[in-house]
């Protein structure tokens, strides 16, 4: 793990414009620079980077950040990676926190794996291109699929030798541990490796990875490659390291043979439902295009690649998991499946578009004419051609659900099965609009009245929403227990003399549903305390031992709020008000820089979604802030939550009236709950200068 120090010392060292100069073209505006912005299709540059507040913001598509949120999208890779790119950029030597025993143990497990995985991609690619066999053998196969030396190139093809131990050998000549070759799968062990073959269908039987004309000896070494006699095709995984390997039987060897492919097995750095095939070589252009194309297989991915459509990643025929969809979620929210048109194809695009529509996903299905697979049509056809027939003949999954599972089909029972199945896919839509579209749409599609359909859609969500309703109640209840902030006893505040009581009248605001009025105002307070959290608006206060202290944006909306045990909804608005309570002592605390470069990203994310706006101005116009102008703006944003706070609570206090009955003791209780309130918001609108209460 980076240090501190190390991570403060990158972030020191680190100018935006020259990390975003290496991606983006950029001019001088002003104090500030523009350019075309890299993640849409920027026409006119809409991307402005401000190397005084070290951040960056599109005006078009609204992405932006720091250098290190910048490199986190553009590149997509996580946030350690990007410290190490700045730091290797910089020259900084990179400084880990002493690990325990275990922890180094794992550490050094997992890089010892990639670099053997590493050291193999090299050696398979070697043997392709250098191998009397592996130019006569492999690089003659990916000829005779069509598939060019750039590709080859560009994807880091390779070879592995027909003998069952060249790999092994190899390695261990080269230094490399039996253990990682094994950890890794590229070898496995002779005294279970035919155990492993007949029971996972993963690993490939023994006398299935030799040539035909090399019987076992009784002499056979003790780990056997893998991958012997195959090609080979590396994953990568998003941050362009070598995770797992395929490899593919010849054409030659394929016939009566089940297991034409044979992957990597799951290990410490791979697990086939985290990764897609292909997706390194396709985030920029997914990002570019706004969309995906999912394809089943290697030679789909490549063949389109060659054909100039380069925003496209396999599964490799195994169901899509959550994961491989939030994975492809960071590049874009669109998607088109790309299958064969036969039976096979047909199952996978039904199999994954509900998990699709579930994650946000706009679902576009398009199902390839019989006989013709990704990879055979790719190659018929010229870019322009390939890129005019998805366009015309992709669907919607409305109308490949209708398409598949109605055409012909008269039984009304069979017939409302179909409907109901695509009724269900629109109710795993999170978004209410585009459920309302798709109704619509599929209502006239079929024919049928569309109260119908919502009626039928509105119980599967309700059934939904009571799966998850205690979980997510008990987890917001324990979060809030969590978040809860206890004041300081020692200091005093203006609002003392709201509070009515002993007991507080207002309940936390995390076990409420807040409408869009008390969200905005949270907003603006996270939004204050990140620009101006450790500044000082209350100076000289008395307190009870008779000294004075002062108080800073930070320490007066956490002792406020903590009067009556008030935490905001947003759980990042806590850290964000606790971490800058904590620093406020500090004299050289600067609230904003702490926020936007917080190790955190999502904190320094909504810190620079909260501050960017400002930014948008030249240094010369912007507004300074008064000391007192900041006060009263910082007083009235905390009066205005108490206000919408104790609005809510009288409407709940009505509702209760309405709905408890004839038991008296209940009823004068909310009676009395009810007038204590009414005068908490009459105080409270007093404070707000505001007689006529809302």
């Known amino acids: 793990m980076i240090d501190r120090a190390t991570i403060d010392?990158?972030?020191?060292?680190?100018?935006?414009?020259?990390?975003?100069?290496?991606?983006?073209?950029?001019?001088?505006?002003?104090?500030?620079?523009?350019?075309?912005?890299?993640?849409?299709?920027?026409?006119?540059?809409?991307?402005?980077?401000?190397?005084?507040?070290?951040?960056?913001?599109?005006?078009?598509?609204?992405?932006?950040?720091?250098?290190?949120?910048?490199?986190?999208?553009?590149?997509?890779?996580?946030?350690?990676?990007?410290?190490?790119?700045?730091?290797?950029?910089?020259?900084?030597?990179?400084?880990?926190?002493?690990?325990?025993?275990?922890?180094?143990?794992?550490?050094?497990?997992?890089?010892?794996?990639?670099?053997?995985?590493?050291?193999?991609?090299?050696?398979?690619?070697?043997?392709?291109?250098?191998?009397?066999?592996g130019?006569?053998?492999?690089?003659?196969?990916?000829?005779?699929?069509?598939?060019?030396?750039?590709?080859?190139?560009?994807?880091?093809?390779g070879y592995a030798l027909p003998q069952r131990d060249a790999l092994a050998l190899a390695a261990q000549r080269a230094g490399y541990k039996a253990e990682y070759l094994v950890k890794t799968g590229l070898c496995y062990e002779r005294g279970n490796g035919g155990a492993e073959a007949r029971g996972n269908e993963n690993t490939p039987a023994a006398e299935g990875n030799l040539a035909p004309s090399q019987p076992r000896s009784p002499a056979a070494p003790s780990l056997i490659d893998r991958y012997a006699g195959r090609v080979i095709f590396p994953w990568l995984n998003v941050s362009g390291r070598v995770v797992a390997f395929g490899g593919r039987l010849l054409d030659s060897r394929t016939k009566g043979v089940q297991q034409k492919y044979v992957n990597s097995p799951d290990s410490e750095i791979y697990h086939k439902e985290r990764e897609l095939y292909g997706l390194f070589q396709a985030k920029r252009a997914i990002a570019k295009e706004d969309r995906v194309y999912m394809v089943e297989g290697y030679t789909d991915v490549i063949a389109m690649h060659q054909a100039g459509v380069e925003n496209v990643v396999a599964n490799s025929g195994t169901a899509l998991s959550q994961h491989q969809i939030k994975l492809l979620r960071r590049f874009t929210p669109n998607i088109t499946l790309l299958y064969d048109g036969d039976e096979a194809g047909i199952h996978a695009a039904m199999r994954g578009t509900d998990m699709l529509l579930s994650e946000g996903m706009n679902v576009m299905v398009l199902l390839l004419p019989d006989g013709d697979d990704p990879d055979s049509f790719a190659r018929k056809h010229s870019t322009q051609e390939l890129k005019d027939y998805i366009e015309k003949h992709q669907t919607d999954f409305i109308e490949f659900k209708t398409d598949t599972l109605l055409r012909g089909v008269d039984d009304p029972v069979k017939r409302s099965e179909g409907i109901s199945s695509i009724v269900r896919s629109i109710a795993f839509i999170p978004e209410s609009i585009t459920r309302d579209s798709f109704i619509t749409k599929c209502a006239h599609r079929l024919q049928i009245e569309e109260k119908v359909l919502v009626d039928t859609m509105n119980k599967y969500i309700a059934r939904d929403k009571e799966d998850k309703a205690k979980e997510r109640e008990r987890n917001e209840a324990r979060e809030q227990g969590q978040q809860s902030l206890q004041p300081p006893a020692e200091v005093g505040s203006e609002g003392a003399e709201l509070r009515?009581?002993?007991?507080?009248?207002?309940?936390?605001?995390?076990?409420?549903?807040?409408?869009?009025?008390?969200?905005?105002?949270?907003?603006?307070?996270?939004?204050?305390?990140?620009?101006?959290?450790?500044?000082t608006i209350y100076e000289n206060?008395?307190?009870?031992?008779?000294?004075?202290?002062?108080?800073?944006?930070?320490?007066?909306?956490?002792?406020?709020?903590?009067?009556?045990?008030l935490a905001f909804h947003d759980p990042r608005y806590n850290q964000i008000l606790a971490e800058a309570t904590a620093h406020s002592g500090e004299a050289t605390f600067d609230s904003e820089s702490y926020f936007l470069h917080h190790p955190d990203v999502g904190i320094s994310s909504l810190a620079t979604e909260l501050a960017i706006d400002r930014h948008q101005l030249g240094r010369?116009?912007?507004?300074?802030?008064?000391?007192?102008?900041?006060?009263?703006?910082?007083?009235?944003?905390?009066?205005?939550?108490?206000?919408?706070?104790?609005?809510?609570?009288?409407?709940?206090?009505?509702?209760?009236?309405?709905?408890?009955?004839?038991?008296?003791?209940r009823i004068q209780e909310l009676l009395t709950e009810y007038k204590d309130t009414q005068e908490l918001r009459d105080a409270l609108a007093r404070q707000l200068g505001n007689d006529l209460v809302r």
């Open 9 to 133: 010392k990158i972030m020191d060292a680190t100018n935006i414009v020259d990390v975003v100069g290496e991606f983006v073209t950029l001019r001088k505006a002003g104090v500030n620079y523009k350019g075309l912005c890299p993640f849409h299709d920027d026409k006119t540059p809409s991307f402005m980077v401000s190397p005084t507040k070290q951040i960056c913001k599109c005006f078009a598509c609204g992405e932006g950040g720091t250098a290190i949120n910048f490199l986190m999208k553009h590149e997509q890779i996580t946030y350690p990676e990007a410290l190490r790119w700045l730091a290797k950029k910089y020259s900084i030597e990179i400084e880990e926190k002493e690990l325990t025993p275990e922890e180094k143990q794992q550490q050094s497990d997992r890089e010892s794996m990639f670099i053997v995985n590493e050291w193999a991609k090299d050696y398979f690619c070697r043997t392709l291109k250098e191998d009397p066999d």
């Open 500 to 535: 009515g009581g002993e007991q507080p009248l207002i309940m936390p605001i995390g076990l409420h549903s807040l409408d869009e009025q008390t969200r905005e105002v949270e907003r603006l307070l996270a939004q204050a305390i990140i620009r101006h959290g450790g500044k």
């Open 541 to 565: 206060i008395e307190t009870e031992d008779g000294g004075t202290m002062n108080l800073t944006v930070a320490q007066y909306i956490s002792y406020d709020l903590g009067q009556d045990s």
């Open 620 to 665: 010369g116009f912007q507004v300074k802030e008064r000391e007192d102008s900041l006060r009263q703006h910082v007083l009235h944003l905390v009066l205005d939550l108490r206000m919408d706070i104790v609005e809510k609570r009288l409407k709940e206090i009505k509702q209760q009236l309405r709905q408890v009955g004839s038991d008296m003791v």
């Open 135 to 157: 130019l006569a053998i492999g690089k003659q196969y990916f000829r005779s699929r069509g598939i060019r030396d750039d590709i080859i190139e560009k994807f880091q093809l």
